[in-house]
């Protein structure tokens, strides 16, 4: 025969205070075992420069390796520039010889040009005054009938153009004197100008045909060699700028109002156990995308997340491009200014004897 299993109601009192206690023992310690700090995960990433040739020439030489350091300045490559060098040469002769005609206008005549303008000027009077006794001789005889109507049209042809030397003589002092219009100065003055626009666009073009290092950075990639065709569409190498360096990871809808620009962090690599690198939040986009396939959150891929860069001060350069990272965040109020960079301590050397 079963027995019957009656249940007092101060049995069930004392199970539902137990319930409560235990929910509220869980709460707090839960709410003080709360992480005091927000992990990240990201990648590694720096700026690169892609750089190529402003002008289409045969490379010459390449100067660098993958993996070399460079400095700003540093040369990198150089085109073949011997046709280029001798347009340089023509265009300065030209500016030259177009100086020398300006500086000719803006002296205006020499005395002795003047003293030969007047010279020709007497000349031609002189000849104009022995044309007009000719004529006046031959008229003479035609009265007389010693001579043809003909030398008389001949005599007077050769008084008129007497006379027109006499006319251009005088013209050509009157310039003489006055010296160039002030239009044909300027004329040769703009002129000087393009001659030397153009020699200024060839020895940049001359300059242009050395690669140059616009920054520090390392030789990423080489991308073309001595021989090939140059041209502003092709870099011949790629650098990589690792100064600034920072950590691109995402945040979720959730987590977004713990973190400020400027709050400071770490990142931890696994690559690097032993050291943990200073940073601080430089960036948080302002729009939401989805998550990248290529990091790894505890959230759902489809979930909306929002990226932020990560500054990191890596001066021993051990960090690398799309490293996996782990940044963590202290949970706590955001810095007025980013943290100064704090190098790793360096490894003591033995002092030598």
Known sequence: MR??????????????????????????TQRHSAPEQLELYGNVD???????????????TVDVQEGDRVHKGETLARLDTARLEAQVAQAEAQVAAQQAAVERLRHGS????????RANLTAAKADAGNAQLFYQRTRGLVQASGASQQDLDSAKAALDVANAKVVVAQNALDLAVKGPRPEDVAQAAAQLKASEAQLTLLRQQLADATLVAPVDGVVRSRLMEPGEIASPQRPVVILAVDDPKWVRAYVSETELPRIRPGMTAYVLADGVP????????????????FTPKTIQTQELRTSLVYEVRVFVNDPSDALRLGMPVTVVLQNGPATATPPAATPPAATPTAPTP
């Open 3 to 28: 027995r019957s299993v009656h249940v007092r109601p101060w049995m069930i009192l004392v199970a539902v205070v137990a319930l409560a206690a235990a929910g509220v023992a869980w709460w707090l």
């Open 46 to 60: 720096f700026r690169q420069v892609s750089l190529a040739f402003d002008d289409m020439e045969r490379i010459a």
């Open 110 to 117: 020499l005395p002795e040009e003047i003293a030969q303008a």
């Open 274 to 289: 032993d050291h943990r690198f200073d940073g601080w939040i430089g960036f948080i986009s302002s729009v939401a995308e």
